[in-house]
Structures are given as structure tokens and as C-alpha cells.
């Protein structure tokens, strides 16, 4: 993947993404989510800090990036995950919106439709 230094300014200036980050009170980014336009869709990426894992911070960015992906008017939110990786599995057990599901070469692409993320009613803990 190479050192960040050299391709995040290109991620991060993209035209339409959209970037939300988690800091703790001593100003520390412990989590990151980000959605970043496909033709007509979004694809969306979580990366928690291994100590605040299971804390609950990887499922309100993905509900906050959700919310933002309707408002938006992309068609579908989609997610690239690597094989042995349960803990967005238990992300996204804790949600009301279908998810789809396919498999390729060692790698599983998820997604849902923004019409169902719609529908989904906003927990009072999305920002």
C-alpha cells in the first residue's frame, strides 16, 4: 500500500467525500470513516483504533456515512472486506438494513441501497 504520505492529499481532496473522524478527549483520532464517490454509489471504509474496537464507534460512523450516502442521492453504499474480518460482521448484525452479498477471489464485497438506509429509523446516538 506505500507510505500514506505519498496518496493521502489525493484521497482525502477527492471531490465529494466525505471524511469523518472520531477523536478521544485528549485529541487523539481513534477512528475514521469515509465514503468515497463511484459512479452513481459510494464505496465506505471504517478503521477503528484496535483499543477502541468493540466500543461502538465503528457502527455510528457507519450509520452517520450512511445517512450522508442518502443525502447524498447515491444508489448504493458498498464495502470491500478481507477475509478473517468478523468485526464488521458484528457491525453490521447490529442493523435493521439489508445487506447484500458477494464473494470474489478471497474477497467480500457488501452493500446496501440507500433507499433502505432511508428507511432505517436514526438512532438518537448519530450525531
Given at each position: 500500500?506505500?507510505?500514506?504520505?505519498?496518496?493521502?492529499?489525493?484521497?482525502?481532496?477527492?471531490?465529494?467525500?466525505?471524511?469523518?473522524?472520531?477523536?478521544?478527549?485528549?485529541?487523539?483520532l481513534?477512528?475514521v470513516?469515509?465514503?468515497?464517490?463511484?459512479?452513481?454509489?459510494?464505496?465506505?471504509?471504517?478503521?477503528?483504533?484496535?483499543?477502541?474496537?468493540?466500543?461502538?464507534?465503528?457502527?455510528?460512523?457507519?450509520?452517520?456515512?450512511?445517512?450522508?450516502?442518502?443525502?447524498?442521492?447515491?444508489?448504493?453504499?458498498?464495502?470491500?472486506?478481507?477475509?478473517?474480518?468478523?468485526?464488521?460482521?458484528?457491525?453490521?448484525?447490529?442493523?435493521?438494513?439489508?445487506?447484500?452479498?458477494?464473494?470474489?477471489?478471497?474477497?467480500?464485497?457488501?452493500?446496501?441501497e440507500?433507499?433502505?438506509?432511508?428507511?432505517?429509523?436514526?438512532?438518537?446516538?448519530?450525531?
Open positions: 500500500m506505500g507510505d500514506p504520505r505519498s496518496y493521502l492529499r489525493t484521497l482525502l481532496a477527492r471531490p465529494g467525500a466525505v471524511h469523518l473522524g472520531v477523536q478521544q478527549p485528549a485529541g487523539d481513534v477512528a470513516g469515509h465514503l468515497m464517490p463511484d459512479h452513481g454509489n459510494a464505496e465506505a471504509a471504517l478503521l477503528v483504533e484496535d483499543a477502541w474496537q468493540n466500543s461502538g464507534l465503528g457502527g455510528r460512523l457507519l450509520r452517520h456515512l450512511g445517512h450522508r450516502a442518502v443525502g447524498a442521492g447515491w444508489k448504493e453504499v458498498y464495502g470491500l472486506v478481507l477475509p478473517g474480518d468478523a468485526k464488521i460482521s458484528a457491525i453490521l448484525s447490529h442493523t435493521s438494513v439489508p445487506v447484500h452479498t458477494a464473494y470474489e477471489e478471497g474477497v467480500t464485497t457488501l452493500w446496501a440507500t433507499a433502505d438506509i432511508g428507511a432505517e429509523e436514526v438512532p438518537a446516538d448519530v450525531w
